[in-house]
C-alpha cells in the first residue's frame, strides 16, 4: 500500500536535523546519475566551479541541456563507459536535514555493490524508466531492500518527460509496483512521477505533471524519520577502547551509540547478570546529557569494571552472548567461502575466530518472488547471497540485523591475506552452549 506523509510529531523533534542515509538503485540507463546530480544540483550542494565545469562540458558535447550526471560520475572507467561500477557516497544538505547518499551500481555483476549501499540505508529510492517499467533489475533491487529490512522505498518514475508526462503511463506502474512491493512485504511506498532531466518532482514541484498531487521526491526524504523512533531499540555501545588516567583517577569507555539513547543515571548491562550506572557521558564539547545513535561519546561508569575492545554496554534488552548464529551473507571477493573454512569474523569492535559451519539455502534474487529460496550451493561465491549457520571460538552478544540500528551486521575475513571476503546479516541466535 503506498504511503502517505505525515508532519513529524512533537516526538521526533531530537531527530529534524539527524543525517537520513538513503540509497538509490536502478537498472543501467534509468538516468540515475542525472537524478543524483539533480538532487545535488537543487538542494545547492555544487560548488560553483563544478557546476561551470560540468556546463561547459555539456556545451562542448552541444547538449541542449546541462548534463548533471556528469557531477556524480567520477571514476574514470564510469565516465569512459557511461555506467557507474562502485558506490559512491554523496553528501547534501536541506534546511531541514542533512543525507548521506550511497550511489550504487546498475550491473548485474556489482550485486555486491547495490548490497552494501541498501545494508547501510533507512530509505531506498529505486529508479524506473517510464518507458521501460518495472524490469528484471527493479525486482532484484526490491527483493534485496526486503531482505535487508529497509523501511521506506521510494518509486522514481523516471524519464516520465518521453512519454508525454502520460499519467496512464504512471498508474500502471505505480499498480505493478505497489503490488510487488506488497508481496515482498515493503509497506512503506511512494511512487512518484519524475524528470531528471528537467528536475520534475525531484526537489522543486513540476509543473508538466499537475495530475500528480504527492510530494517530490525530496519532500519525502525531508519527512520519513532519519533514525530510530523513541523506545524503538534498547540501548547498544560497542566499546572500542579503554581512556584510564591515573593521575585523576579517570576511567571512561569510548565508542559509538549503534542503537538507543543513553543518560547519566540510567542502568546499564553488561553481561554474566552484571549491571551498573552511566555517571557521565563525555564528548569534545564537554559533558552531555544524552547519547543518541550515531554519537561517539566516553562513558563513564559508577563501577570499577574491567571491560576491553569489544565488551558490549547495553539496555536491559542485552542480547546473550552465543557461539552459534544463522545469517544471510553476501559474497564479496573472487575467493569463495567454503563450510570449515577458517576465516576471522568481524561483529561490531569484536574480531574473533569463527567458521561457515553449514550452508542452509541459497537466495535467487532473480527467481520469481515466491520462487527466491533455493538449494543450498556448495560455497559462497562473489555476489552470491546464501543463508548459513556461523560459529565463533568466543562468545559474542548478537543481534539480530535490524535497518533501524546499525546492529546485527558482521564480516568474514580471509585470515592470511586480511580481504574481506562477505559480509552478513544475523538472522537468528540458537545452540552452542555459548550462552552466558
Known sequence: MTSTLTAPAPTE????????????????????????????????????????????????????????????????????????????????????????????????????????????????????????????????????????????????????????????VHRAIEAEFTALADRLGVTSTFVVPTSALLGDNVVERGTNTDWYTGPTVLEILETVPAGPEVGELGFRFPVQTVIRDHATDYRGYAGRVTAGRIRPGDTVHLGTGRTTTVTGIDTPDGEAEIALPGDSVVLRLADDIDLTR??????????DDVREFTATLVGLAEKAVRPGQLLKLRYGTSLVRGRVTRITAGIDIDAPVDDVVRDAPDELALNDIVRAEIQVAEALPVDGFTARGAVGSLLLIDPASGDTLAAGLVDGTGGGGGRD
Do not use: M
Open 13 to 168: 523533534a531530537l531527530h529534524d536535523r539527524q543525517t537520513l542515509r538513503l540509497c538509490t538503485a536502478g537498472s543501467v540507463d534509468d538516468g540515475k546519475s542525472t537524478f543524483v546530480g539533480r538532487l545535488l544540483h537543487d538542494t545547492k550542494s555544487v560548488l560553483a566551479d563544478q557546476l561551470a565545469a560540468v556546463e561547459a562540458t555539456s556545451r562542448a558535447k552541444g547538449l541542449e541541456h546541462v548534463d548533471l550526471s556528469l557531477l556524480v560520475d567520477g571514476l574514470r572507467a564510469e565516465r569512459e563507459q557511461g555506467i557507474t561500477i562502485d558506490v559512491a557516497y554523496r553528501y547534501f544538505a536541506t534546511a531541514k536535514r542533512t543525507f548521506i547518499l550511497a550511489d550504487t551500481p546498475g550491473h548485474v555483476q556489482y550485486t555486491r555493490n547495490t548490497v552494501t549501499g541498501v545494508s547501510t540505508s533507512r530509505v531506498v529510492v529505486l529508479l524506473v524508466d517510464a518507458r521501460n517499467g518495472i524490469v528484471t533489475q527493479t525486482r532484484r533491487h526490491l527483493t534485496a531492500t526486503a531482505l535487508l529490512g529497509v523501511d521506506t522505498v521510494v518509486l522514481a518514475v523516471n524519464k516520465i518527460d518521453l512519454v508525454g508526462f502520460d499519467e496512464s
Open 310 to 319: 569489544g565488551d558490549l554496554i547495553a539496555g536491559a534488552d542485552r542480547p
